[in-house]
């Protein structure tokens, strides 16, 4: 999964949060339980949301994916993120750094920041070095 909604927060009852929320999370994570990495434990209470299935190395048409996913889904997202307790609610977009790139511009249109805004989501970038492969 490239692009990513993550919403959080250590006071964040996630249940109460999505029992009215009409977009399903993949993954939905609590305070206190373990986390895939042994021996540590989650500190907030949390869902990841899939907002786009593009590649990596696809960031136009995972730009127009989630774009479809924030405008589909505005005022369900709007209300999730003023849920009392949501500390965080990033939209992560996965990209891959080829190797021996010396530099890498990425472009976002105003239009797909305004709409993040307006629902009170930040936008994160993460970068992964990948092989041609």
């Known amino acids: 999964m490239s692009c990513l909604l993550r919403i959080s927060g250590e006071s964040l009852d996630i249940e109460t949060a999505l029992s009215t929320c009409t977009v399903q999370p993949y993954l939905i994570w609590k305070k206190g339980e373990p986390r895939p990495l042994e021996g540590k434990t989650h500190r ?14 696809e960031l136009p048409l ?3 994916e989630a774009t479809i996913f924030l405008e589909t889904h505005a005022s369900a997202l709007a209300r999730l993120v003023a849920t009392p307790g949501v500390q965080s609610a990033t939209l992560d977009l ?6 021996g790139n010396i530099a890498q511009s990425l472009h ?3 239009t797909f920041i305004n709409l993040a805004a307006r629902i009170g989501i930040a936008l994160n ?9």
Do not use: I, K, R, V
């Not at 970038?125 to 492969?133: E, P, V």
């Open 44 to 57: 907030d209470s949390g869902a990841n949301f899939a907002a786009s299935e593009a590649d990596f190395d």
């Open 62 to 64: 995972q730009l127009a």
């Open 94 to 99: 996965g990209l891959a750094f080829q190797e």
């Open 108 to 110: 976002f249109p105003s």
């Open 125 to 133: 970038m993460s970068q992964y070095a990948c092989t041609g492969d």
